[in-house]
């Protein structure tokens, strides 16, 4: 099976100050790009933001109008320069974004609206309440501030901390990606041309001003779980982002518990992307030893990423500003991965200038994350079974391209030829003509040069179709009907 090669672009933490401008970030990105050309890094596919995409609400004590307008700002700027670098690194396009919320991106003046302060004298009443639950109360919050228990009372309230990004979310994705409860519902996103899928888990849940701690909802972990099941088993890699990173102090439990990982990898996730730390990491990696069976079932493979516009205030001691391009080489039931960290080496000025973080002896750490490898006929299988039902020919013939078994498996490539072949007599002329050009520029036989020359015909391409005129010596039906249809053309032009 042919080897395909993919990158993501793994950003976090954006973090900016009102007083920067996205402008110079986006050129710095831009600057930046050329040098990954120069040391053979290969321009991305996507593009993953794992939370923080805005500072938030600090003095959250303020009205709701205040809380709405400020939010409302930061949102508009961060959106613009998402819609920015989209366009840079993607040709503008937006369902290769991948974007799930921080604890920044929590709107903290909803949840101190929904909350009363209740009085002390029943702060050992409520305590021994939650001594008894486990500490596991939904509606009381402990407030140092305070010294004392907060409860929420005014739900409404409360569930508005997710309203200025759920707006933000949907205007981004102009309307094609919707979730409409973000606490309990999980991102779950097929590419099947890269045989990858991404499943996006808000790792906020219940967090507020008050709760720092990181949480996927046992009802976000069972979201579509069978639909990932199902992608697994069709050969995809599932990739998994969130936020939070799963271990910190105990005197600052602003992380996740890792008890959430076994769930995860449940869920076949073999790769997890997240930030939160604010610097790049790549060592972690969980292994379900005990119920390890066989390679490719080994291990989930964690990757943070640091923070990419903080200044000081956000930043660790010696650590400064970083993201990472994940080169993705996947082959079948495997896929070596190369993290290139990039780092500003200028600390937090206004206008970042990258270079590689130096990791010896490669400049880059390279890990192999084992997935489920399927036979090339299984594969043809599920390719045709998902394009009969969708009647995307297009996309169909794209996957079987990128999936074409090596020559040696006669059986198998002669299969995917026929569909590819299949799929393009279903295409539309006068509106696919486009795509065919793209895609069959190389034709390998008689169909698909007389498809390619009724293509360049229809695109006023006249020059190129003759051109693969003059290559044709035994004209088959099909050439010889377009060859007939040019020669017409030329005539009335003469």
């Known amino acids: 099976m042919m080897k395909k090669t993919f990158s993501i672009l793994h950003i976090s933490d954006l973090h900016k100050d009102k007083d920067s401008d996205y402008k110079f970030l986006l050129s710095s990105l831009e600057t930046d790009c050329s040098k990954w050309r120069q040391e053979g890094i290969s321009a991305p596919s996507f593009i993953v933001i794992s939370g923080d995409l805005v500072q938030g609400v600090k003095e959250y004590k303020c009205s709701k109008g205040e809380a709405d307008a400020e939010l409302k700002r930061q949102y508009a700027e961060t959106e613009e320069f998402l819609v920015q670098l989209t366009s840079l690194f993607l040709a503008g396009k937006r369902e290769r974004v991948i974007i799930v919320p921080g604890n920044h991106d929590v709107n903290r003046n909803a949840s101190f609206r929904s909350m009363d302060v209740l009085d002390r004298e029943k702060n050992v009443e409520i305590a021994k309440s939650l001594v008894n639950s486990g500490g596991k109360s939904e509606i009381y919050r402990w407030s140092w501030e305070e010294c004392t228990f907060s409860k929420i009372v005014r739900r409404d309230a409360y569930d508005e901390r997710f309203e200025a990004y759920r707006q933000f979310f949907e ?8 979730l409409n409860d ?25 967090l507020d001003h008050l709760n720092t701690i990181g949480k996927i909802s046992n009802e976000a972990l069972q979201y579509r779980s069978q639909d990932l099941r199902e992608y697994y088993d069709s050969g995809r890699l599932i990739i998994g982002v969130w936020h939070h990173h799963i271990y910190g102090s105990p005197y600052s439990p602003n992380f996740m518990d890792k008890g959430v990982l076994p769930h995860l990898h449940e869920n076949r996730i073999k790769l997890a992307l997240f930030g939160h730390q604010h610097f790049t990491e790549v060592a972690d990696e969980y292994i379900d030893f005990e119920n390890k069976v066989t390679d490719f079932e080994e291990s989930l493979l964690m990757i943070s990423s640091g923070t990419l516009f903080g200044t000081k205030k956000q930043m660790q001691p010696g650590i400064r500003r970083q993201y990472n391009i994940i080169e993705v080489q996947m082959e079948n039931g495997c896929a070596n991965i190369k993290i290139h960290t990039r780092e500003d080496k200028l600390g937090d000025t206004p206008y970042p200038i990258w270079k590689r973080h130096i990791v010896q002896p490669n400049n880059y750490i390279e890990r192999k994350v084992n997935f489920k490898p399927i036979s090339p006929l299984e594969q043809a299988y599920d390719i045709d079974k998902s394009t009969q039902s969708t009647s995307d020919y297009k996309k169909g013939i794209m996957m079987l391209i990128a999936n074409m078994p090596a020559e040696e498996d006669a059986q198998a490539s002669e299969l995917f030829r026929s569909l590819i072949d299949t799929y393009l007599q279903k295409l539309n002329l006068t509106v696919d003509y486009p795509f065919i050009i793209q895609t069959f520029k190389t034709p390998s036989n008689a169909l698909q040069r007389g498809y390619l020359l009724q293509a360049l015909i229809n695109d006023k391409q006249y020059d190129q179709a003759s051109e693969l005129v003059e290559a044709i010596k035994e004209p088959q039906p099909i050439e010889q009907q377009a060859i007939d249809k040019l020669k017409s053309i030329q005539r009335w032009h003469r």
């Open 171 to 178: 205007h981004f994705y102009q309307g094609n990606r919707q």
């Open 182 to 206: 973000y606490e309990n519902e999980a991102l779950i996103e097929d590419f099947p041309e890269y045989n990858v899928t991404f499943a996006g888990y808000n790792s906020c849940s219940g």
